[in-house]
């Protein structure tokens, strides 16, 4: 070997061993939707960028450790949550309550692992926001995750702004109004909407922008093509480094952190389906419907005709003693005998990619969103809460890609949605303009990409840090 061929392989060596012995330092918020992506980023920070990592985890919703032998993991007392059954989304203000309790256990947690380890940065969920102090208080850069979309992020921020302008009075009279600045987004569309508590959740959405803009660099589980007028808009707002370096689903499973368990039979019946017939239908983690919606749902399903794989999650139906399946009248399961399937948590990444599924009815989840845009399925949406009403005005009215129920439908709309999105000529459009998105989401991936790129870029800013 040449002299500059040793130094150079040297140089490479020390570097790879730096990254090793350096290690970062994840909290996710205690919810499927955000521990998911932030397992996925743990892994591609470790299989991909070779750095050592810790989870911060709290009893409510913790991570099944033996699943995950490479990573370290450190449970932080969590007693407001504590009380709180699996995955059921907190009382009251659930960000608020969290973010005053969470921070002095992270920071001893973090005492603790700075003792004995030398930690390049943190990475914290949005969300939560007071995180950023004990950074500050323990001079650790901070990276934010933000495991929900750029488009929503980016109205999220103006909401205090929107508030203090007065242009959020009387919100329930001006419903159908679209926002001048993001247009097609309408005034129903926002989280506040329906909510008694507006003065609360502004302050929520004041503390998140108003703390994400002093952390070091900002993640987001997208791809630069998918966003790039909401990610250029974002980038103008805040002065630091903005990574899309998703999808995240296409580097390392959502199944690996599912917290329930998966039915697989769901696969077996899909084989037995024709080729794109089947309405995959699933409203995510935390979403729940009252009895009257939850027959509309099956009543809308049953008229349209198509066959369907439904998954009725326990506790998916608000008040319901009985199971929710139990629920379903006898001849409705007569109506749909022979052409559904019905099971409590499907393999949903697998579901979307079998040549069965012709559409997703989802209720807007951000990963659902990404993961059915990854495998090409057109969707119909019905939103719940959140950042969902956005995401399903989003992918209907700007990617075009899905037909939006709103909040409140009947089994009516749900038999014309489903006509539309599986049989009309609109329906093979929106399949055609998904089936582009797929392979843009794949190409990004892919050397010279621009989430590869992002990722690359990432990785050297971590070594940079501190
Ligand atoms: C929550 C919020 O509802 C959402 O708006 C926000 O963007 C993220 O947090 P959640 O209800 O969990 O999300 O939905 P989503 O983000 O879509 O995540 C659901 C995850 O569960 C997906 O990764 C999906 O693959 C998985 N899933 C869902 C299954 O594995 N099986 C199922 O049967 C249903």
Request: glycine share 6%.
């Given at each position: 070997?040449?002299?500059?061929?040793?130094?150079?392989?040297?140089?490479?060596?020390?570097?790879?061993?730096?990254?090793?012995?350096?290690?970062?330092?994840l909290f996710p918020h205690p919810g499927q939707g955000h521990i998911t992506?932030?397992?996925?980023?743990?892994?591609?920070?470790?299989?991909?960028?070779?750095?050592?990592?810790?989870?911060?985890?709290?009893?409510?919703?913790?991570?099944?450790?033996?699943?995950?032998?490479?990573?370290?993991?450190?449970?932080?007392?969590?007693?407001?949550?504590?009380?709180?059954?699996?995955?059921?989304?907190?009382?009251?203000?659930?960000?608020?309550?969290?973010?005053?309790?969470?921070?002095?256990?992270?920071?001893?947690?973090?005492?603790?692992?700075?003792?004995?380890?030398?930690?390049r940065c943190i990475v914290t969920d949005a969300m939560l926001y007071s995180?950023?102090?004990?950074?500050?208080?323990?001079?650790?850069?901070?990276?934010?995750?933000?495991?929900?979309?750029?488009?929503?992020?980016?109205?999220?921020?103006?909401?205090?702004?929107?508030?203090?302008?007065?242009?959020?009075?009387?919100?329930?009279?001006?419903?159908?109004?679209?926002?001048?600045?993001?247009?097609?987004?309408?005034?129903?569309?926002?989280?506040?909407?329906?909510?008694?508590?507006?003065?609360?959740?502004?302050?929520?959405?004041?503390?998140?922008?108003?703390?994400?803009?002093?952390?070091?660099?900002?993640?987001?589980?997208?791809?630069?093509?998918?966003?790039?007028?909401?990610?250029?808009?974002?980038?103008?707002?805040?002065?630091?480094?903005?990574?899309?370096?998703?999808?995240?689903?296409?580097?390392?499973?959502?199944?690996?952190?599912?917290?329930?368990?998966?039915?697989?039979?769901?696969?077996?019946?899909?084989?037995?389906?024709?080729?794109?017939?089947?309405?995959?239908?699933?409203?995510?983690?935390?979403?729940?419907?009252d009895k009257t919606t939850f027959l509309e749902v099956a009543w809308g399903?049953?008229?349209?005709?198509?066959?369907?794989?439904?998954?009725?999650?326990?506790?998916?139906?608000?008040?319901?003693?009985?199971?929710?399946?139990?629920?379903?009248?006898?001849?409705?399961?007569?109506?749909?005998?022979?052409?559904?399937?019905?099971?409590?948590?499907?393999?949903?990444?697998?579901?979307?990619?079998?040549?069965?599924?012709?559409?997703?009815?989802?209720?807007?989840?951000?990963?659902?969103?990404?993961?059915?845009?990854?495998?090409?399925?057109?969707?119909?949406?019905?939103?719940?809460?959140?950042?969902?009403?956005?995401?399903?005005?989003?992918?209907?009215?700007?990617?075009?890609?899905?037909?939006?129920?709103?909040?409140?439908?009947?089994?009516?709309?749900?038999?014309?949605?489903?006509?539309?999105?599986?049989?009309?000529?609109?329906?093979?459009?929106?399949?055609?303009?998904?089936?582009?998105?797929?392979?843009?989401?794949?190409?990004?991936?892919?050397?010279?990409?621009?989430?590869?790129?992002?990722?690359?870029?990432?990785?050297?800013?971590?070594?940079?840090?501190?």
């Open positions: 070997m040449e002299e500059t061929q040793i130094e150079f392989h040297w140089r490479g060596c020390s570097r790879w061993l730096e990254k090793i012995m350096s290690r970062v330092v992506p932030m397992f996925q980023l743990a892994n591609i920070l470790h299989h991909t960028m070779g750095f050592a990592i810790s989870i911060v985890y709290t009893q409510h919703n913790g991570p099944d450790i033996s699943r995950h032998p490479h990573f370290n993991f450190h449970l932080i007392s969590d007693p407001v949550t504590a009380n709180d059954s699996p995955n059921i989304p907190f009382r009251g203000n659930p960000i608020k309550r969290f973010n005053d309790h969470c921070a002095r256990p992270f920071k001893l947690c973090l005492d603790g692992i700075l003792s004995s380890d030398t930690v995180t950023q102090a004990v950074a500050d208080e323990l001079n650790i850069p901070r990276i934010v995750l933000r495991t929900a979309g750029v488009h929503s992020f980016v109205l999220y921020a103006a909401v205090p702004l929107l508030h203090q302008t007065g242009y959020l009075t009387n919100m329930e009279a001006r419903a159908e109004e679209v926002i001048p600045e993001f247009p097609p987004i309408k005034l129903k569309d926002i989280p506040l909407f329906g909510d008694n508590d507006t003065n609360g959740k502004v302050e929520t959405f004041s503390n998140i922008f108003t703390e994400t803009k002093k952390c070091s660099a900002l993640i987001f589980n997208t791809f630069e093509e998918l966003e790039s007028p909401d990610l250029a808009k974002l980038r103008r707002q805040l002065d630091m480094p903005v990574f899309a370096i998703g999808p995240f689903n296409k580097r390392f499973s959502a199944a690996e952190t599912s917290m329930l368990k998966e039915d697989r039979s769901s696969i077996d019946w899909l084989d037995t389906q024709a080729l794109e017939s089947v309405l995959y239908v699933s409203f995510g983690s935390i979403a729940a419907m399903l049953a008229n349209s005709g198509q066959p369907f794989l439904w998954v009725i999650r326990p506790g998916s139906i608000n008040g319901a003693a009985s199971a929710a399946s139990e629920m379903l009248p006898g001849e409705w399961a007569e109506e749909v005998s022979g052409r559904s399937c019905v099971v409590e948590w499907a393999p949903q990444e697998k579901v979307l990619a079998h040549s069965a599924v012709g559409g997703f009815w989802t209720h807007s989840g951000w990963n659902s969103t990404m993961e059915s845009i990854c495998e090409g399925v057109p969707m119909m949406c019905a939103p719940y809460f959140a950042d969902q009403m956005i995401n399903a005005r989003w992918v209907s009215e700007v990617l075009r890609i899905a037909i939006n129920l709103e909040r409140v439908f009947t089994r009516r709309d749900v038999e014309e949605g489903i006509r539309r999105l599986m049989t009309t000529a609109e329906g093979a459009e929106m399949q055609r303009r998904v089936a582009a998105l797929k392979e843009t989401a794949a190409a990004c991936l892919g050397s010279g990409g621009s989430s590869y790129e992002a990722l690359e870029s990432l990785s050297m800013f971590i070594m940079e840090l501190g």
